[in-house]
């Protein structure tokens, strides 16, 4: 998605799109521009056409690339921008004689190949009629990129046709050629220059606490939390409702604790080393001194385990 609107933008700029379009007559076949064959996939002819593009990028190729996964999609790409190439070369050579000579410039037969491992791969999440047309909320999107089809017909239509039978060969097995993959070398320079430009990929961690206002804090004093506790329903459950409670009044004692306030000693116990192993083995993210405070002012290592839980 950056380098297409990075080198349309620049094409745009620099005033040479008309380099990037592939036609047969006069270029290729008069010329010999066969340069245009790899150039015409790398921007898009128009703003509208990068806008429609980049749409369909993000809602079809990233639903994709989750599915195959990174490596997988990368080889998937390649494989379909040569097999359109060829494709898009062929008929071009087939159909000129009844008008197609021309097709424009954009990865839209890539775009097309993704779009139907879309539709075998993602089902729609619901269903809906209007005026008695059943459709789903993939209907949208095929909608979209219908504009694609149809923004320069008929080369472009030709192009999404192209792109629709490359996505059928990939999937069906009339060409042994999903399990190509990249080189290991293509993946580890691909990791160490191009993903930090990037960024992160990996999503952020949602916490489960909620921390109050310092004028609510002043007044409850429990730790409040976006945990919604357990209801009982049967007589059986009276055991997790008394550990609920156990672990709800240890909370309490080690807020009252951390605000300077006292409590019996007695209810100190000294965990052991293998405790205190266990319950850092279940909670990697919460430090060794929390850990330990929680099992000096708890019975066992269950009621330890329900107050980190709730912290």
């Known amino acids: 998605m950056m380098g297409y609107a990075l080198t349309s933008i620049v094409c745009g700029i620099f005033d040479v799109k008309h380099y990037l379009h592939l036609q047969l007559v006069p270029h290729i076949s008069r010329h010999h521009q066969y340069w245009r064959l790899a150039t015409h996939h790398v921007a898009c002819s128009s703003s509208s056409d990068l806008l429609l593009t980049e749409l369909l990028l993000y809602g079809v190729g990233i ?9 997988k999609f990368a080889s998937f790409a ?24 021309h097709i424009p410039p954009g990865p839209t037969a890539l775009a097309f190949s993704m779009l139907y491992q879309w539709y075998r791969l993602v089902p729609p999440a619901y269903h809906f009629r209007i005026f008695g ?48 993959r990249v080189s290991p070398a293509v993946i580890r320079f691909s990791t160490r220059y191009l993903v930090p ?13 909620a921390r ?67 319950v850092t083995a279940m909670f990697p993210d919460i430090s060794r001194e929390l850990i330990t405070r929680a099992l000096q002012r708890t019975p066992n290592i269950e009621v330890a385990v329900e107050v980190l839980l709730h912290v």
């Open 133 to 180: 047309v059943p459709l789903s909320n993939k209907s949208f999107t095929y909608i979209l990129v219908s504009q694609l089809a149809l923004g320069h017909v008929p080369g472009s239509l030709a192009s999404a046709c192209v792109g629709l039978l490359v996505g059928f060969i990939y999937r069906s097995e009339l060409i042994n050629i999903k399990t190509w």
């Open 212 to 278: 109050p206002d310092r004028r609510e804090e002043s007044v409850n004093d429990e730790v409040v939390t976006t945990a919604r506790p357990p209801t009982p329903t049967t007589q059986g459950d009276s055991v997790p409702s008394q550990a609920q409670g156990e672990a709800g009044s240890v909370v309490r004692e080690w807020v009252n604790e951390l605000r300077g306030r006292t409590e019996d000693p007695a209810r100190i116990r000294t965990p052991s080393e293998a405790e205190i192993s266990q």
């Open 78 to 101: 390649i494989v379909s921008t040569l097999m359109s190439t060829i494709l898009e070369f062929s008929s071009l050579i087939l159909l000129h004689r009844i008008g197609i000579n």
């Open 63 to 71: 639903n994709i690339e989750r599915q195959f996964g990174s490596v």
């Open 197 to 209: 430009l990037i960024g992160s990929t990996r999503a952020p961690r949602r916490l489960n606490r």
